[in-house]
C-alpha cells in the first residue's frame, strides 16, 4: 500500500485518560506544552504534512457542534474527490456522514494553521459537498457505507503529498488504525496526573463494528524524561497477525 507514514502521539494521564479533569491541574501543564512542541514547535520532533482525527475530537475542539448552513436545492457536484488547494500543512478530519459545521476552509492550533480536509464516505450528502466547495475544504471520498482508511491514506498521499501523518484521533479511531496495521509508531507523552474517571476516553478504545480487543504488542524506541515531571515514551507497532 502506496500510504503516508503514521505516528499516533498522545497525551494521557497515568491512568491512560486523553482527556478529562486532569488536565486542569498544574502539574498537566509542563506535559501539554510538551506534546505541542514535539510534533508543532519550533523544532518539532517529526516532519510532518498532515495531522488526523475523527468528527468528534474536531467538535471538541474546532467546530464546537455547530450544524453546516446546507442548501439541499444546491446542484450536483462532480463525482469524486476535490481538491481546493495545496498547503504546507493539513488537518483531516474523518467524517463519513458529513456532519462537520466548517466556517472556514482553515484552522489554527496555537501556532500552527492548517488547510482543512474531510474524509467522507459515499453516504455524505450532495447537499454537504456542495457546503465544503462553498467554503474550500478539500474532501476525498473513500468507501460506500464504511470509511475505507486504506483508500483514504493512498488519496491523502498521492493527492495533496503527505508523506508522513500524524494520528491524533479518539481512542476508537486510534485503536481502528492500529488493529488494521496502518500504525507504524506510538508517540505518547504521560503527564504526571490522574483523576481515576471511569467514564473518560482513553488512548485506544476498541468499538463493536469498528475492532475488537485483539491485543497488539508494541517495541520500545526511545523514552525520556522532561519538563515537569512528564515522560515521552515511542514504540514501533507491531504488525498485528
Known sequence: MNRPYIFCHMMTSLDGKIMGKYMD???????????YDIAF???????HQGWLSGRVTTDDNFTFYRKPAL????PAVPAGDFVA??????YVSVDPSGRLGWESDTLTYETTTAHVVEVLTE????????????????????????LDY????????ALFGVQTLMLGGGGV????????????????????AADGSAQTPTLFM???????DRPVGFTLRDVKALDGGSVWLRYTVNTPE
Open 41 to 47: 514547535g519550533k523544532k518539532p520532533q517529526y516532519r
Open 85 to 90: 488547494k495545496q498547503a504546507p500543512m493539513y
Open 150 to 157: 486504506a483508500a483514504a491514506l493512498e488519496k491523502l498521499k
Open 123 to 146: 453516504k455524505a450528502s450532495n447537499a454537504y459537498k456542495a457546503f465544503l466547495r462553498g467554503l474550500g475544504v478539500s474532501y476525498i471520498v473513500a468507501g460506500a457505507d464504511r
Open 25 to 35: 491541574l498544574a502539574e498537566s501543564g509542563p506535559a501539554g506544552e510538551v506534546f
Open 206 to 212: 476498541a468499538k463493536d463494528g469498528l475492532s475488537d
Open 173 to 192: 479511531l486510534n485503536w481502528s488504525f492500529i488493529q488494521a496495521g496502518l500504525c507504524d509508531e506510538v508517540s505518547l507523552v504521560i503527564a504526571p
Open 71 to 74: 442548501d439541499e436545492n444546491a
